[in-house]
């Protein structure tokens, strides 16, 4: 008993250590008081913005959208990151409340847990703008975002064109039950339907991490050694299979496309191992939502839908992203 | 309280018995009956599982986990856990990146210095330990967070990308066509890690700590040096793992070998080890790996949806445990009777 008590205490201490850290971010993200830039009635502006998770690339630039904007804008910004932790996200949400945010912008680590945070929000009378991923509850000003059922639609349409129309064919599936992945699958779903010459012979998840890309898609190659090409929910799967790929010898033989339009997935598509890779774009999401935030914080009104185009990164136009 | 009782016991017998001697099968002979059952099963309902090309394929897809595993042994023999070795794994991964990628220091110079971020996280796992006074679950709880953030802050959370062959070869290179350069690699630090444990001393006496710590501490062995040594063991290994994991990949990344330290310690525990130390050998810890390795294969040649994966691991982690404890209860009446 007493040892349990002593693993409870140090385990608070743990938890109040990483609290800490935390906090001790938020300066440096922060915006800037001292933004000669930025028009003067703007300076008093504060916008929270919740982000799921920045241990993730597409978020990442989300994040330097955000900064850029706050910095051009010259407001007040605090940045909260929930490390894909809903429980963490709506007690960001709390503080922003405490802290008097004029607007908060909401990149929710889910749609349904942060249906509640939207309410306090609402009763708060603080404006809420989501950004990637929509509030399945509470009101708000706009949404701005790729749909993903899109993004998924646009993805198996350029791949199933460029394996002509044919062939067996694996997905590399997203976490399962995450709101992308389902989206994204049922966007797959719905093009599969106008090609009867495609079909799908696997469908296994890679947690839309790259070594488990790699591993997942040595396996499929091994069960289907005829396989034409790999559909990947994201960049990190697909990339992950090109190494399986290249290491099975099949070099150009089986193809695979990414979702997210990262770094790496753009390098792959220029040297020719990704076919393409179907960016959401992150960062115009991210720039765009707190110059919305601001235009809502003066009174404004502005469009409920900002739907934010998807761009196919092919070989025609893969230099322009590099 | 009690289980200081049992350690006390496992110590008495352990240093009176030598049952690991004694015994008329090694200890590993449960697991590896498992995986014989497993591998059969799957070639009858796999034609594609049982090929020189998937078995290599599995090699190489385990030989990370089995190099982590190698210290999860020693940490779990000393009745110990450690929870960081996937945070460290990424945070080593990320010093080859980054001191390659953005520095441009030579690769290979870069992957020396990620040993060294990993043999400072595993000493400082163990001085929390032995020092610290600190539980070694709640150490290197701490660690797996502390290391995780430092991977994600060296790396600004993304990936780093763009390695010179001769670095990407380490592990993707396969000898002679089939042999992958990772597995052996893993092999060879298997044996290293199963021979000091037979015969060095010091591996000897690990068991003896992990059964007894208080007897061992009075009869002499220098049970601190001993602790802090393990948890740096298991640091280096998890350094080596990072390195083959950026290698392999191509890519240092922030999130690499999330997971992984349930993978190591499931696969030490399938093995036959006690987490309640003193029991433990490498022979089971590389057969725990393959069971993982192979069953993960399995289902996905299979097509087995990953909901059900996640169930039927569990349900054979839970299995071998309770075989392996079934026939190690047994073996423990048959003694106390003789």
Request: glycine content about 12%; some cysteine; proline content about 3%.
């Amino acid at each position: 008993m007493k040892s349990l008590k002593h693993a409870l205490v140090a385990l608070a201490g743990v938890a109040a250590l990483v609290l800490a850290g935390c906090g001790s971010g938020e300066p440096i993200t922060g915006g800037s008081d001292s933004g000669s830039d930025g028009d003067h009635d703007s300076k008093e502006i504060t916008i929270g913005f919740a982000i799921s998770t920045l241990q993730n690339p597409f978020f990442v630039s989300m994040k330097e959208g955000v900064d850029e904007a706050a910095k051009k804008l010259g407001i007040n910004l605090k940045f909260a990151d929930a490390s894909d932790d809903a429980n963490t996200q709506s007690n960001d949400v709390l503080n922003f409340i405490t802290e008097g945010v004029d607007v908060a912008v909401l990149n929710a680590t889910d749609g349904e847990a942060i249906a509640s945070s939207v309410e306090a929000l609402n009763k708060a009378g603080i404006p809420v703008i989501t950004v990637d991923r929509t509030s399945e509850g509470g009101e708000i000003v706009a949404h701005i975002g790729t749909d993903n059922v899109t993004a998924g639609e646009v993805t198996a349409k350029a791949f199933f064109e460029a394996l002509g129309g044919k062939g067996k064919v694996a997905i590399l599936e997203g976490v399962p039950g995450a709101s992308s992945a389902i989206d994204r699958g049922t966007g797959f779903d719905n093009v599969l339907a106008d090609f009867p010459d495609i079909s799908i012979v696997a469908k296994q998840t890679a947690n839309y991490q790259r070594s488990e890309g790699l591993t997942v898609a040595q396996n499929i190659l091994q069960a289907n050694p005829d396989l034409v090409g790999f559909l990947s929910m994201n960049d990190e799967m697909a990339l992950g299979a090109v190494e399986a790929i290249n290491a099975a010898g099949k070099a150009g033989k089986v193809k695979t496309i990414g979702i997210d339009g990262g770094a790496d997935a753009v390098k792959a598509v220029c040297d020719g191992s990704l076919v393409a890779t179907v960016a959401q774009q992150s960062k115009v999401m991210g720039s765009q939502s707190i110059e919305q935030a601001v235009k809502v914080a003066k009174g404004e009104k502005i469009e409920k839908l900002q739907p934010v185009d998807v761009v196919v990164i092919d070989s025609s136009n893969c230099k322009d992203y590099l | 309280m009690e289980t200081r009782n049992e350690l006390s016991l496992a110590a008495e017998h352990d240093s009176v018995k030598k049952p690991r001697v004694k015994r008329s099968l090694p200890t590993f002979f449960g697991p590896l009956v498992a995986l014989v059952l497993l591998m059969v099963f799957l070639s009858f309902l796999s034609p594609n599982f049982l090929t020189i090309s998937n078995i290599f394929n599995i090699g190489q897809q385990v030989a990370i986990l089995g190099v982590l595993a190698i210290g999860g042994t020693a940490v779990i023999i000393l009745g110990g856990i450690d929870l960081s070795v996937g945070s460290v794994l990424a945070l080593s991964g990320a010093f080859v990146g980054v001191l390659h990628i953005n520095m441009g220091i030579s690769v290979w110079v870069a992957a020396l210095s990620a040993i060294v971020v990993g043999l400072l996280c595993g000493v400082v796992n163990g001085g929390l330990i032995v020092w610290g006074k600190l539980p070694p679950f709640i150490a290197t709880l701490a660690m797996m967070s502390v290391a995780r953030g430092l991977a994600l802050v060296v790396l600004e959370g993304r990936p780093l990308s763009g390695y010179p062959k001769g670095f990407r070869n380490l592990t993707t290179f396969y000898i002679g066509g089939w042999l992958p350069t990772s597995v052996i690699i893993a092999v060879v630090l298997m044996i290293l890690g199963g021979l000091y444990f037979a015969f060095m001393p010091s591996g000897r006496s690990l068991f003896a700590v992990g059964a007894g710590y208080e007897v061992s501490r009075l009869s002499g062995v220098p049970v601190k040096r001993l602790t802090v040594a393990v948890y740096a063991c298991a640091g280096v290994l998890a350094a080596i793992g990072g390195i083959m994991m950026t290698s392999r990949l191509g890519s240092a990344q922030p999130t690499a070998g999330t997971g992984i330290e349930l993978d190591v310690i499931a696969a030490v525990v399938i093995g036959g080890a006690s987490l309640t130390g003193g029991y433990g050998s490498i022979a089971g810890t590389a057969v725990g790996v393959l069971i993982i390795g192979v069953l993960r294969n399995g289902l996905n040649l299979l097509n087995v949806s990953s909901f059900w994966q996640q169930v039927v691991i569990g349900a054979v982690i839970a299995l071998a445990v309770l075989v392996e404890n079934a026939r190690q209860s047994q073996e423990a009446k048959a003694r106390t009777k003789s």
